[in-house]
């Protein structure tokens, strides 16, 4: 399993962009980049996916490194529901398990 | 379209005694895996069951034993309560093959 390293917290402001790192040096070359978060209270939900490519959805966009060894997470406009614990995991597609590290909390201040 | 549900949301138990856990999984989604979060800590994966066999199992102990119905729906036993199985236990499903698993809000078990 690859590893991966996140700081332990961050905190933005409301409306303001945010960006996310996670370093994953030992990753292979057929995992994807996953990314979860999880609000207070609840299960860890889906965010966003990559292989290579940048990668945009309706929730946040992702930029992988040309050589994959990190990535980043960007909330483009952070709003105070997405304090979370978010969580990067290298994934093989079709691997039946993730692998959760600590993540980073990210604190949103109005 | 129902999302993952887990039952009971909490549940509290003394040492030694046995607790099984419920997860109804996404509708369309035959693949269902146990997690188990401790305070602070990221999720660990038990197991995962598919077609009603264990696909995979994580470093978890033989008290940790599960089960899949043909309805997809997936039970967690947990024999001989330790303290330290105190923690929130996630389910996730998702398809066989596929990457995207979809989690329940947990059931938070204390064991006292």
């Known amino acids: 399993d690859a590893k991966t390293t996140q700081p332990n917290s961050m905190e933005s402001n409301e409306e303001e962009p945010v960006h996310l790192p996670c370093n994953h040096s030992?990753?292979?070359?057929?995992?994807?980049i996953h990314w979860y978060r999880q609000l207070p209270s609840q299960g860890p939900e889906y965010v966003i996916h990559g292989l290579t490519s940048n990668v945009n959805n309706r929730m946040a966009s992702l930029a992988i490194a040309e050589d994959r060894k990190s990535s980043t997470l960007i909330l483009h406009r952070a709003t105070l529901r997405d304090a979370a614990v978010y969580y990067c995991?290298?994934?093989?597609?079709?691997?039946?398990?993730?692998?959760f590290g600590q993540g980073t909390r990210l604190t949103i201040n109005p | 379209d129902a999302g993952v549900t887990q039952s009971p949301t909490h549940l509290i138990k003394t040492r030694g005694q046995q607790v099984t856990l419920r997860c109804s999984p996404k509708?369309?989604?035959?693949?269902v895996s146990w997690y188990q979060q401790a305070l602070g800590q990221g999720p660990q994966f038990i197991f995962q069951?598919?077609?009603?066999?264990?696909?995979q199992r994580g470093n978890f102990p033989d008290r940790f034993s599960g089960h899949q119905f043909p309805n997809y729906s997936s039970e967690l036993n947990v024999n001989a309560l330790l303290l330290g199985d105190s923690a929130l236990y996630l389910c996730a499903s998702s398809l066989v093959g596929g990457g995207t698993q979809y989690f329940g809000p947990g059931t938070r078990l204390l064991v006292l």
């Open positions: 069951y598919y077609e009603e066999e264990e696909r």
């Open positions: 995991i290298p994934h093989r597609q079709g691997a039946q398990k993730l692998v």
């Open positions: 509708s369309g989604h035959d693949t």
């Open positions: 030992t990753i292979s070359g057929t995992d994807y």
